[in-house]
Each structure stands twice: as structure tokens, then as C-alpha cells.
């Protein structure tokens, strides 16, 4: 008996530990919190206090309303708080929806739309193999071209407290053009046989010149306004002009060819001091030997000998032996070889950056804008004179103002002349500027250096060299 009444005792006591502990706690607020990037809200409840039994679900709602949340509302976890008496707990009840951004129309090529040439390979042995290139690439009727993908309409979103998160508006692309090409629904097939390239949302499918075998002087001229493309040989005194792209598979004699785009001589050309070639492009060649050689863009082969080389590009000489002996070599934007020059000293010319006459052309322009300036200055101060002393009326002294205007209108004429031609040497300097010669083995002794206005010849030989122009010489940047 005594125990039990100790027990019961000791039941009372917990009661009233735990009824006081309740009433000394401090009295808890339910809450709304919205995350700082407005696409959730949180609810926090606390427990009902006095006779309320619980939170009814339009309460829920009005709490989130009067908080700021107007959107988003998760109602099966509010209706779970409210019946199952979810306390002192932050539960996620309203969530944002994120902006869903369309996409645009695309073509999608079944070739390749931007650059379509095909850069040589590098052998084993660091040369290069210009046989792998290809400047075309060729279709036949039927061919499937480009299936156009429509544009897929975005979604907008919205944040907890309401705001629209407008989505991108999605653009539609215009129909491929083209003379050669038909169209079934969204799918783009050729409609003839050719090289197919895109330019300026036109597919144009071009025809390809080819020659099989070798091209000799019974051949004597190609002329044609597309790409040509010749599978053997081209012997001496022919002479051949691409409208575009001139590939040329076998060995090069002393002909002349020209090109309105790049020229690729996969085995390489033997001038014999008579080969002429030019490109508006760039000219890749497995070598080059005693010709006159003039690109707009680059110049690339495996090694030059003898040869007058002139690019607007650069000049590259790689492969294991990448060697520039004797002849003048001219990159504008600079010149990378493995080797200058030779142990027995064969006089080797190369030249980086700006040229020496175009430096002292733009100087020439600048001194003589200046005396034009002058002498217009002179002549407007004495059209001016007159007018101010009214002598223009006097017998004679008219006839002498219609002069000065005339001379004047010539001077301005040649000033606007000589403006435009020093712009062009300008630009030509400007492209020039800062070039730099790059040797990865030996310059050779007696090989002339020349870099924008000046020059050097070298009087030893140096390994692995940057030579750069500093401050009207040439120098060495870097050496290993």
C-alpha cells in the first residue's frame, strides 16, 4: 500500500513538472517565411493555445495570403498540416515555377556550313601530309541538305508572391534559298550534282572542274570560274586559273596558276626559277623550290628552297625538316620555321612584319599632306581677304577669286587623295606591327633577319630563337 502511494506521489509530480515547464514556456508565434529568391515559401506553426484545437485549411491560406503569398500554394501539405496537426515544424507549402525559355528555329546541316576546308594531317615524323587536305565538298542530286527544326514556344513562371516571369520570345527562321536545292515540308534536298557550300542563308551547289591524269602544254590553259581540281601532274609552261580553289594532287613544274581562293599542291611545286603562283587565299604546299610564290592569306610547306615567297599571312615551314634555305621570305604577321639558312652559308633573306617602302611611303604621305594643308591654308586666307575688302567686285579681281575656289576645291581633292593612300599604308603597318620571327632549331650563319625597318645578319649560330624589332634592331626575345 505504501508503495503505491509512493508511485501515485511520484506520477503527480511529473504532471506538475510538465504542466509548469508549459505554462513558463514562452509562447510561440506561427509564421510565413519566403526564400530570398521569392520562389518558396515556408509555414511554421506553433501549437494552438487555450481550447483552439487546431488550424483550419482557409486559415493556412489566409496566414500565407497576409504574408504575401499569392501563388504557388501546395494544398495537399496544407491540408496534412491541418488535419494531422503538424506544430513546430517548417514544412515547404507554396513553390514558384522558374521561367521556361523556348527555342529558337535552327537548321540542322548535313554538311559543314561555316569553314568546309579540311586541314592537312600531321605525320608521325612532324611533317606535314598536304595530300589529306580537301577544299570541297561535293553532293549529288537527291542528297539530303538541311531539315529545318521549328522554334519551341517557352513557358512563363511565376514567383510565390505572384509575379510573372516572362519567358524569351522564340524566333523563327527564314526559308533556305537557293537555285539548286527543292524543298519537301522541312527537309532541304539537292536538286544537282556539285560542291554544295552556304553563304548568307543561300545553299548554292556549285559545279567542280576536274581533270584527270596529268595537264601538259597540249592542254596549255584552264580557266574556270569555280574550283579545279586536278588529279595528276601539271608540267611547265601551263598556265591555270580558279575562279576559287585550286587543288592540284600531283607535282608542280614551272607553271603558272592563280587562284581566287586557296591553292593546295599536295606534292609540291620545282619552279625552276620560272614558276609563278598566286592566291587571294592561302597556299599549302608539300614544298617549294625555285618559284615566285604570293598569298593574301598564309603560306605553308614543309620546307622552301630557292624560293621568292611573299604572304599578307603568315609564313609557316613545319615538318621535320622545316627548313627556309636561300631566296626571300615575306610574312607580314610573322614567320615560323624550323630551320634559317644552312651550314654552308647559302645567303637566306627573311622578313617579318611591315616593309621598309611602305614605312617610307607613309611617310612621304604625311609630309606631303602637311605642305597641302598649307598651301590651302594660304589660299582660304586670301579668298578671305578679298571677300572682307569687297575686292572681288573691282574689274579683274573677280576672275581671281574663281581662281583660288578652283584651287582650292583641286587641293582638297588631293589631300582626300593623299589621305586615303596613307590610310592604306597605315592599316598595312598596323598589320605588321609587332610580327616576330620564331626559329624551333638552328639560324645559320650569314641569314639576313629583317623585322619591319630593320635588319640584321646573323654572324654565329643560334639555337632556338624569337627574334622580335627593338628599338631599331633586331633582337633576340627569348633563346634555349
Known amino acids: 500500500m505504501g508503495e503505491e502511494a509512493l ?28 526564400s530570398a529568391d521569392r520562389m518558396e515559401a515556408w509555414m511554421y506553426l506553433a501549437e494552438p493555445g ?31 498540416m491541418s488535419k494531422k496537426g503538424v506544430y513546430q515544424r517548417e514544412i515547404l507549402v507554396a513553390k514558384g515555377k522558374p521561367a521556361v525559355d523556348g527555342i529558337d528555329g535552327a537548321y540542322e546541316y548535313f554538311f559543314t556550313p561555316d569553314d568546309i576546308s579540311k586541314g592537312p594531317a ?37 514567383t510565390v508572391d505572384g509575379e510573372v ?4 520570345v522564340v524566333k523563327e527562321l527564314p526559308p533556305i534559298r537557293g537555285m539548286c536545292i527543292k524543298r519537301e515540308g522541312n527537309t532541304y534536298y539537292a536538286n544537282t550534282t556539285g560542291k554544295v557550300e552556304l553563304k548568307d542563308g543561300t545553299i548554292d551547289i556549285k559545279a567542280v572542274h576536274e581533270v584527270s591524269g596529268d595537264v601538259d602544254l597540249s592542254v596549255g590553259r584552264i580557266e574556270f570560274f569555280g574550283d579545279i581540281i586536278i588529279s595528276g601532274n601539271v608540267t611547265a609552261g601551263v598556265v591555270i ?28 611545286v620545282q619552279g625552276n626559277m620560272k614558276g609563278n603562283i598566286r592566291a587571294r587565299g592561302s597556299v599549302f604546299s608539300n614544298f617549294i623550290e625555285q618559284c615566285e610564290v604570293r598569298a593574301e592569306g598564309n603560306v605553308e610547306a614543309n620546307y622552301i628552297l630557292n624560293a621568292n615567297v611573299y604572304a599578307s599571312g603568315q609564313v ?51 609630309e606631303e599632306e602637311r605642305d ?13 581677304s578679298l571677300i572682307k ?40 603597318i598596323d598589320e605588321g606591327k609587332g610580327s616576330k620571327i620564331t626559329v624551333f632549331r638552328e639560324t645559320y650563319r650569314g641569314v639576313v633577319l629583317e623585322l619591319e625597318s630593320c635588319s640584321r645578319t646573323m654572324n654565329s649560330e643560334v639555337q632556338y630563337a624569337v627574334y622580335r624589332c627593338y628599338k631599331g634592331s633586331v633582337e633576340i626575345e627569348s633563346a634555349g
Not at 487546431?54 to 503569398?69: A, F, P, T, W
Not at 586559273?241 to 599536295?266: F, K, P, Q
Open 122 to 158: 600531321i605525320n608521325e615524323d612532324g611533317s606535314v601530309d598536304y595530300t589529306s587536305m580537301s577544299m570541297l565538298q561535293n553532293v549529288k542530286t537527291g542528297d539530303k541538305l538541311a531539315v529545318y527544326h521549328p522554334a519551341v514556344p517557352g513557358q512563363d513562371g511565376f
Open 241 to 268: 586559273r580558279a575562279g576559287r580553289n585550286l587543288v592540284i594532287n600531283g607535282n608542280v613544274e614551272s607553271a603558272t596558276l592563280y587562284a581566287g581562293g586557296d591553292i593546295v599542291l599536295s606534292r609540291g
Open 50 to 80: 487555450g481550447d483552439k484545437e487546431g488550424y483550419s485549411k482557409e486559415e493556412l491560406i489566409g496566414m500565407l495570403r497576409d504574408s504575401g503569398v499569392a501563388a504557388g500554394y501546395i494544398m495537399p501539405r496544407l491540408v496534412a
Open 165 to 168: 516571369l516572362k519567358c524569351n
Open 389 to 428: 575688302k569687297k575686292a572681288f567686285v573691282k574689274s579683274g579681281t573677280g576672275q581671281g577669286l574663281v581662281e583660288l575656289n578652283a584651287q582650292k576645291d583641286a587641293c582638297y581633292k588631293k589631300l582626300d587623295e593623299v589621305k586615303e593612300k596613307k590610310q592604306r599604308y597605315k592599316q598595312r
Open 316 to 366: 609557316i615551314v613545319k615538318g621535320r625538316r622545316g627548313s627556309i634555305i636561300g631566296g626571300y621570305t615575306f610574312g607580314l604577321k610573322g614567320i615560323e620555321a624550323g630551320q634559317l639558312g644552312n651550314d654552308v652559308e647559302v645567303r637566306t633573306v627573311v622578313h617579318a612584319g611591315y616593309e621598309r617602302e611602305i614605312y617610307n611611303e607613309w611617310c612621304k604621305c604625311q
Open 372 to 384: 597641302i594643308a598649307d598651301k590651302l591654308e594660304q589660299i582660304l586666307y586670301k579668298m578671305e
Open 7 to 34: 508511485e501515485l506521489t511520484r506520477d503527480q509530480l511529473a504532471e506538475l513538472k510538465k504542466r509548469f515547464f508549459r505554462e513558463m514556456k514562452p509562447k510561440e508565434e506561427s509564421c510565413v517565411r519566403i
